[in-house]
């Protein structure tokens, strides 16, 4: 299991970077849900989840009563877009509604890889881990296809935008932004998406795990 191999515990949890943070989210919360109750969550935005009872406002008998009947809650204030946007509740008072909080605290674009502006990412008071991902399809791509801020991430790694993000330049932004606990590089799917993991991990100053969170696949590349 992913919150295993992570070694999730309670309290909360902040995911950054790109190329995976929703979907490790939901699948913490899925696993955890089976050791007790969990709440998701963004300090950013994050789109309305369908498959979740959402709690929308500061009511704390709303979210004690969506978990009469449920073992993971999202909660979050309205946004433009069909989005949600950080509760009101502050983050540190969610921690006693439930075992786990897990929140999305960063935002990409929808790019694989990323470097971040003075106010990013969006770390609650009371965050007791921070777990990084990166998305390996963006690892040997042209810096501005594949990086949100390029411009960024390329004057980190000592490179312009038209340069590619290599394992070295990808390692180097991480390693000096000096964000995150521990790294996911996710979306390893095959040999030689598994190489350039391999190669990025030997730069990384924190443990680094690989592979494909949708699909529960994580191993450990360096402790």
Not at 11 to 17: E, V
Not at 72 to 98: H, M, N, Q, R, W
Not at 110 to 128: M, N, R, S, T, W
Request: contains cysteine; glycine residues 10%.
């Amino acid at each position: 299991m992913l919150s295993d191999i992570l070694k999730i515990k309670k309290g909360l949890t902040c995911i950054i970077g790109s190329g995976g943070k929703t979907t490790l989210m939901y699948a913490l919360a899925d696993e955890l849900s089976e050791k007790g109750r969990v709440i998701v969550c963004t300090s950013t935005k994050i789109y309305t989840p369908k498959h979740i009872p959402t709690v929308e406002g500061n009511s704390v008998e709303a979210i004690e009563s969506a978990f009469r009947n449920n073992g993971i809650v999202c909660v979050g204030k309205p946004a433009e877009g069909g989005k949600l946007t950080a509760p009101d509740i502050p983050f540190a008072d969610l921690k006693s509604y439930a075992d786990y909080v897990i929140c999305e605290a960063d935002g990409s674009k929808g790019l694989p890889l990323k470097a971040h502006a003075a106010h990013e990412p969006v770390i609650p008071e009371g965050c007791d881990d921070i777990i990084g991902v990166a998305g390996v399809s963006g690892i040997n791509k042209k810096t501005a296809d594949v990086c949100h801020r390029a411009d960024i991430f390329a004057k980190l790694a000592g490179l312009t935008v038209n340069d590619t993000a290599s394992p070295k330049a990808v390692a180097d932004v991480i390693n000096k932004e000096g964000l995150c606990r521990r790294l996911i590089i996710n979306q390893a799917e095959g040999a030689e998406y598994m190489k350039l993991a391999e190669e990025t991990a030997a730069y990384i100053d924190i443990p680094v795990y690989a592979g494909e969170i949708r699909k529960g696949q994580l191993i450990c590349l360096h402790l």
